[in-house]
Each structure stands twice: as structure tokens, then as C-alpha cells.
């Protein structure tokens, strides 16, 4: 191989040859003074510094520590393989084809670069690959000739980047280890096994977004609050890894807690936002708190900045409830307000978290809409509505994001399932004759229900309780009403006054305060809430044996 006719060729040697001829010119072209006097008598004194294009070319590529080989013509033989290479790779000889005689470069798939780069005359670069040696190299391959020469030449220049892939392989296997824990944190503090209320069926999904997306705050709960009612939430904390899981988990343990307290959705956000506020001043969510009362056929709810929740009716029809909603949690100085939508038997509701409709390249109303179209036409339990859902909106492993997604359906019952569950009321009118009234009331449905004699004497005593606290301390109108699952009976009692009534131990000498306290004594569960027009209902459950 003739090296000072390839060096000739190497890209940019024409150039530097011209170059040196224009330096090369008579000093009487230049103008007076053009170079200094005192550079001009350190060059008269220094000896002449070699220009690089005089080097042997040899000689420079034997000792860089890169490793690098010259291959020419369409079959790219071999015609220099430098000291480093041979190091890496052994001895290779001159004129064979790179195919047979380079096998490490046919294996990292550099023969085909190799080709591209002789057809186009421009140079290509493979990053970080791992060679047969073990170790990890940059391939940058520069044409060595003009296009159409018969013995045009590629030159491969391998740098070892074997440490700066080490390094990357390390942050990346730390970043997939603080992902793995924040998802394992994150799918812990979700509930593991949804409850499941007598009047819904009820499904959720969670989804972590792709390997190289960073959980978020995404979350879902149901919590059965007594007397049939069902509090459902979903939620979504702003932020990434294991900070954001640790609020989600925060705010839906607070969820939990405040749920018992039987308040209105808009109340419970107004306690969650002054809690998100003390727990992190930076960081906000967003999130639906609903309720489902099957006395009254319809989904009671609030939203802190949250999407909406969609309602496909028993006709199919899907529709928005869009209002009311307030800014996200953690904001404060914001007064939020419950508003309703109509869950009739047979209807279907979706909560849903923004990672399930929001996409870089379309406007969110755009995702929204999308998700309707799927609603309308998914059929089935609420896990297989979950997973369509998903399904159609494209929701993949290397998802950008978290999505979680809860369905509820109020089944259509009917024919012998429709027989357990039954309503049953009464209005309480007059004085302290309502209360022999609702006694008998309670026999006679309880009889047609067919319950045990010893859990029919219970209800009619836990009725009796009931209705006498009511007359006491309550103010019309009072009603009663008696209601029954598939697997509890329940029995409540509303009035005029929102004077809750508590558990309290009565003296010998009292003539009041053991109604309650015999309530709760023989029934499964009790309490007490206030209604939305003012007022209050009292209620007590029993659980009905199975088999």
C-alpha cells in the first residue's frame, strides 16, 4: 500500500497542499511590516516546526491509540490495519476481503456503513458498540477518495469509549432501580383489592408509564361509607419518582380518613387542599371525590382540577359532567362546590387520569372526545371496559406516561336477582303515635322478606331505637326507610334537625341516651351524616347470612 499516495487523497490534503504553495510566495509580494519584528527573529532562530502534512502517514496512524484500519474498493480489502488494532484484535492481512478477514466488524454490522460511506463519499459515525473483545468502541468511517475512483478507500477509526459506557450502563441501571422503586411504592400504596359495595360493580386499572418515563402521582380508591353510599376518587399528584408517590399516598390515606366523616364531596376537597398545601407548597394535584347514593339514582361529585367524568346512560348515550370544578389541590383561597349526574340502573361511569386522553401532538378536548366514542361502544363488566379503554386509546408499556382508569356500573337488575334488593318507606307523621306505626311498618316488610325470625326482631328493635331518637331529638319531616341487598338490610332514619348523635355511655339514672348505644350494640355497623337540604340521617346495617 502506497501511504503517501492515500494520505494525498485523505479529505482536506489538496487544501492544505494549496496552502502551503500561497505561504511559500516571495516576501517582496507582502507589504512592508506584515510580520513582526519579533516573530521574525524567533523564526530566523527556532528551527522550522514540521508542517503535518509532511508526516508519514504511517508513522502517525501506528502510534495514535485509536484503533484504526484502511480498506479500499467495493469489497472493501484490506490494505493497513495499525499496531492498536492488531492489539485488539490480532493480526489481519493485507488484500483480503473485510468480510472474511475483519469477522469483528462484519458482527457489529459495520460492512454495510462501509458501503454507504463508499457510495456517498461522506463519512458515517456508529456509537458506543461492544466488540468481540468485550470492549466498547465509537466507529467513524471517512472516505478516503473521490467518488467513481476504482480504488476509492474507506478509513476506520475506532475510539474506545469502553469507560464512558461503563458509566452510562451504571447511571442507567441506577435510574431503572429508582424506577423500580418508585413503582413498587407507587402500586403499594394503591388499594391492592378494590371493595366492592352491594349496589356497583367496579373495576380500576393502573398502568406505570414506559422504562424511560418516571411514575407519577396517579391514583383510585372506593370506599363503602355506610348505608349503601359509595365514595369513589381518582387523582393525580404533578410530578415524577418516588416524591410524587410518597404525596399520592399522603393524600389518598387523608381520603380515607375524611371519608368517614360522611361529608360532602366539595367539603372533603376544601379539607384536602389545606392538607396538600402542608405537605408540599410545590406540588399540586388534581382530583374527583364522588359519591353514589343508589336511594337516589345519581353520582354526587367534585373536582379539583381534574378531567371530567364521563357517564354512558342504559341507552348508550355518553355525556360530560363538566361542572363544577375548581383549581387543583395544594392551591388554597378557592371555595369548591359538589355538583350531580344521573347514574340510573343499567349506566356506566368512567374516572379517568390525564395519561389515558392527553397526547403532545393533540389538544386534550381532541382525547376527551376519543374516549367518549370508546365509552360508547364498550360492553361487557367494568374490567373489560377498563382494559378497551386503554385499548383504544393506544396505551402501550412505553407509555409516556401513568394512567389509571376506574369504571362503575349500576347493574339493571331484574328477575330473581332483582328480588334481593328491595326498598321499602315510610313517612313518620304525627307525635309519639309515629313509633308503634313504624314498628308495624317494619314487621310487615321484614315478614315479606322473609328474613329469620331472629333477624326480623332485630331490625323491628333497631327500627324502634331508631325512630324514638328521631321523635326525641329530630324535627319533621322524618321518614324511614328500610332497604335490602343481596347481602346486608339496612335501615335509616332521616329528620329535619343536623344535630348528629353520638355513642355515649348512659348512667343508671338517665332516662335517655341508650337508644344508640343498643343500636350499635346489635347491628353489623352504624352512623350518622348530614343531608345536603339540612338535616340528618341516622342509619344502622345488618349483615344477612349467606347460604
Known amino acids: 500500500m502506497n501511504f503517501t499516495r492515500w494520505s494525498a487523497r485523505l479529505p482536506g490534503t489538496q487544501r492544505r497542499a494549496a496552502a502551503r504553495t500561497e505561504s511559500a510566495v516571495s516576501p517582496d509580494r507582502r507589504g512592508d511590516g506584515s510580520v ?25 496512524l501506528d502510534r495514535v491509540p485509536a484503533l484504526v484500519a484502511l480498506v479500499h474498493g467495493p469489497d472493501h480489502r484490506i490494505g493497513y490495519v495499525n499496531d492498536a488494532y492488531t492489539t485488539a484484535f490480532g493480526t489481519r492481512p493485507t488484500g483480503v476481503p473485510a468480510r472474511d478477514a475483519l469477522p469483528e466488524l462484519a458482527e457489529l454490522g459495520l460492512l454495510p456503513l462501509l458501503d454507504q460511506v463508499l457510495r456517498s463519499g461522506r463519512p458515517r459515525t456508529l456509537k458506543s458498540r461492544k466488540a468481540v473483545d468485550g470492549r466498547s468502541y465509537t466507529f467513524t468511517c471517512t472516505p478516503v477518495a473521490e467518488d467513481g475512483d476504482r480504488d476509492a478507500g474507506v478509513l476506520v477509526f475506532a475510539t474506545d469509549v469502553t469507560d464512558h ?26 388499594p391492592q383489592e378494590l371493595e366492592q359495595p352491594d349496589d356497583l360493580r367496579i373495576a380500576a386499572t393502573y398502568q406505570p408509564g414506559g422504562t424511560e418515563a418516571a411514575v407519577g402521582g396517579d391514583w383510585y380508591d372506593v370506599i363503602t361509607l355506610g348505608g349503601g353510599r359509595t365514595a ?32 360532602p364531596p366539595h367539603e372533603v376537597l376544601q379539607l384536602l387542599d389545606g392538607l396538600a398545601a402542608e405537605i408540599d407548597a410545590n406540588q399540586i394535584a388534581t382530583c374527583v371525590y364522588a359519591i ?31 361542572e363544577p370544578t375548581g383549581p387543583p389541590l395544594g392551591t388554597g383561597g378557592w371555595i369548591h362546590s359538589s355538583g350531580c349526574v344521573a347514574l340510573h340502573p343499567g349506566a356506566t ?16 378536548d381532541e382525547g376527551i372526545a376519543a374516549l367518549e366514542g370508546a365509552l360508547a361502544g364498550a360492553t361487557g363488566t367494568p374490567q373489560v371496559v377498563c382494559d378497551r379503554l386503554v385499548r383504544s386509546a393506544g396505551v402501550t408499556a412505553d407509555h409516556d406516561d401513568d394512567v389509571a382508569v376506574l369504571v362503575l356500573q ?10 334481593l334488593f328491595r326498598n321499602a318507606a315510610l313517612e313518620l307523621l304525627g307525635g309519639v303515635e309515629a313509633a308503634p306505626r313504624a314498628r308495624a311498618f317494619a314487621s310487615g316488610v321484614l315478614t315479606s322478606w322473609r328474613f329469620p325470625a331472629e333477624l326480623h326482631d332485630l331490625g323491628v328493635l333497631a327500627t324502634s331505637e331508631l ?6 331529638h329530630g324535627i319533621p319531616p322524618m321518614r324511614l326507610r328500610l332497604r335490602r341487598t343481596d347481602r346486608r338490610l339496612i335501615i335509616e332514619v332521616t329528620d329535619g334537625d343536623d344535630h348528629l348523635p353520638r355513642r355515649r355511655r348512659a348512667e343508671p339514672g338517665d332516662e335517655s341516651g341508650r337508644g344508640i348505644a ?9 352512623g350518622c351524616r348530614r343531608t345536603p337540604g339540612g338535616g340528618k340521617a341516622v342509619w344502622c346495617e345488618f349483615v344477612l347470612p349467606q347460604g
Open 292 to 322: 353514589h347514593d343508589p336511594n337516589e339514582g345519581r353520582l354526587v361529585y367534585a373536582s379539583a382540577g381534574h378531567l371530567p367524568i364521563l357517564v354512558r346512560d342504559e341507552n348508550g348515550v355518553v355525556s360530560r359532567a363538566d
Open 467 to 472: 325512630v324514638a331518637n328521631s321523635l326525641q
Open 165 to 190: 459506557a461503563e458509566a452510562a450502563e451504571r447511571l442507567r441501571a441506577a435510574e431503572r432501580r429508582q424506577r423500580e422503586t418508585a413503582v413498587t411504592l407507587q402500586r403499594s400504596l394503591l
Open 36 to 60: 513582526p519584528a519579533a516573530r521574525a527573529e524567533r523564526s530566523a532562530d527556532a528551527p522550522p516546526a514540521p508542517a503535518v502534512d509532511v508526516l508519514p502517514a504511517r508513522d502517525v
Open 410 to 419: 349500576h347493574p339493571a337488575r331484574t328477575g330473581p336477582d332483582g328480588d
Open 518 to 526: 343498643i343500636v350499635a350494640t346489635i347491628a353489623s355497623s352504624w
Open 349 to 364: 361511569a368512567v374516572l379517568y387520569t390525564d395519561g389515558l386522553v392527553e397526547r403532545r401532538d393533540a389538544d386534550l
Open 232 to 263: 369513589l376518587v381518582i387523582g393525580d399528584v404533578m410530578g415524577r419518582g418516588v416524591r410524587a408517590a410518597a404525596v399520592m399516598g399522603q393524600l389518598r390515606t387523608a381520603v380515607r380518613a375524611y371519608a368517614r366523616l360522611d361529608l
